[in-house]
């Protein structure tokens, strides 16, 4: 099993890293400003490239501090962030040329030995071009000339990245065995579950929040599959991280999600469903992953005046995105229902895996279209011909159409939630591609 690469993006402000994370991505993820400072959070996104995936950090946060304070704070937590790192994009500003801050984290990036990818960002004028040759004065190899708001340069920087790192792992490759991480809150009780569920103590446990701060591998046996349980550290909210090691605690819990085939997402009884609980719900789903929601401490029931089902009236009515994700109750300290996570999850596990007909799909998605067609817009209906499943694992669905770029996503949904009712998919998201004919 290859852990998939962790690559971050790091540069004094302003000079356009979350510019090219968006780039990148592909997506308008990171807040793009002017004001240095504006991205204050860490963002990620899973980028396929040339066969090979990584997982790319927006780390803007690690540098927009207070001018005085700069140099002191990146020491502090980038050095968290390049011990995960499989290597660093460095981003400088061609039109700026060379800083004595450049000049300062470039030293500090040579001396952990990383390797690293120095990108000239701006160089879309004939005059920040000719800055760019400043930048050997780094030593830390030939800078990229790119210009990130004008898509110049991306494809080779993108080259750059992916050079050393592994292929693709084709589905035959990957072992048979399920992957499950368990996330959550801090304190929800994630480190007793997973020794409950080993039968002893593999994660020290506290009633300190942050205990765990690494991602933590154990494997289990059960019904002869060997499963590969993950716990991770607490996800807080995201102005309560602080800096250093709890933020980059984050970044692995983020890594065991992409890494996992079905996510046991652990909430308190006590506090139930927090807006960080949607937050890391949505994360995993938009991830393709499996899951399971966990509902802990629920020794405390009787004291609490709660029923299951009030627990999962509410539930349901916050993970409103979430309905046929399966929930599971238990009391890690008393060893209630643990065995019903490890069936549920083995349960999901399959579902992620499960490939449906093109007859018994075609015949659903048929039917589906006649009782509620899809919206028009302007003389030309939108006309899905046929579907096919691409592939499981997450579970992929290929719509061909006469036009995909008109495709509403309440239709989308109406779709995939066909498809959750006609063949089950419990606990697992479906992933929904469009494709219309090419332009002429």
């Known amino acids: 099993m290859i852990d998939i690469p962790f690559i971050a993006i790091v540069g004094r402000p302003n000079v356009g890293k979350s510019t090219l994370f968006n780039r990148i991505s592909g997506s308008r993820s990171a807040i793009v400003s002017d004001i240095p400072g504006t991205t204050r959070d860490r963002i990620t996104r899973k980028i396929l490239w040339n066969e090979r995936d990584f997982i790319l950090v927006d780390t803007g946060g690690l540098l927009l501090l207070e001018e005085q304070e700069i140099w002191n704070k990146v020491k502090d937590q980038v050095d968290e962030a390049i011990a995960e790192a499989a290597s660093v994009i460095m981003v400088v500003d061609s039109s700026d040329g060379i800083t004595s801050t450049d000049i300062e984290i470039a030293e500090f990036l040579r001396r952990t030995g990383k390797p690293i990818i120095l990108c000239a960002n701006k160089a879309e004028k004939k005059k920040s071009q000719e800055h760019v040759s400043e930048f050997y004065e780094l030593s830390i190899g030939e800078p990229l000339p790119i210009s990130a708001y004008h898509n110049k340069g ?7 990245v992916v050079a050393p790192l592994d292929k693709r792992i084709s589905e035959t490759e990957i072992e048979t065995s399920a992957k499950i991480a368990i996330v959550g809150r801090p304190n929800v009780g994630k480190s007793t579950l997973l020794n409950i569920m080993l039968g002893y103590e593999r994660v020290m446990v506290s009633d300190t929040p942050g205990t765990t701060r690494d991602a933590i591998d154990s494997q289990l046996t059960m019904n002869d599959n060997v499963l590969l349980i993950t716990d991770t550290a607490g996800i807080r909210r995201r102005g309560k991280i602080q800096h250093g090691i709890e933020k980059y605690s984050v970044i692995r819990a983020i890594l065991a999600i992409e890494r996992a085939d079905v996510v046991l997402l652990v909430l308190d009884s006590s506090e139930l469903v927090t807006a960080q609980d949607t937050h890391v719900a949505s994360y995993i789903l938009n991830a393709y992953k ?42 890690a300290l008393k060893g209630i229902g643990t065995k019903d996570i490890l069936t549920t999850s083995l349960g999901v596990y399959e579902e992620w895996r499960k490939k449906i007909s093109r007859s018994k799909l075609t015949g659903v998605i048929t039917s589906a ?46 779709l995939e939630n066909v498809l959750h009712k006609a063949f089950g998919f419990n606990g697992v998201p479906l992933k929904l591609v469009f494709k219309g004919r090419p332009k002429k």
């Open 154 to 160: 991306i494809d080779e920087l993108l080259d750059r």
């Open 290 to 331: 499996g899951m399971v929601i966990v509902i802990n401490k629920w020794d405390l029931a009787n004291e609490l005046g709660f029923t299951e089902a009030d627990i999962i009236k509410e539930v349901r009515k916050r993970f409103k995105f979430a309905q046929y994700v399966p929930i599971v109750f238990t009391s």
């Open 369 to 414: 279209i006649a009782d509620h067609p899809p919206p028009s817009y302007g003389k030309r209906g939108l006309k899905i011909q046929r579907v096919a499943q691409e592939s499981s694992c997450p579970p992929t669905f290929v719509f061909y159409s006469n036009r995909s770029d008109i495709i509403h996503f309440s239709y989308k949904r109406y």
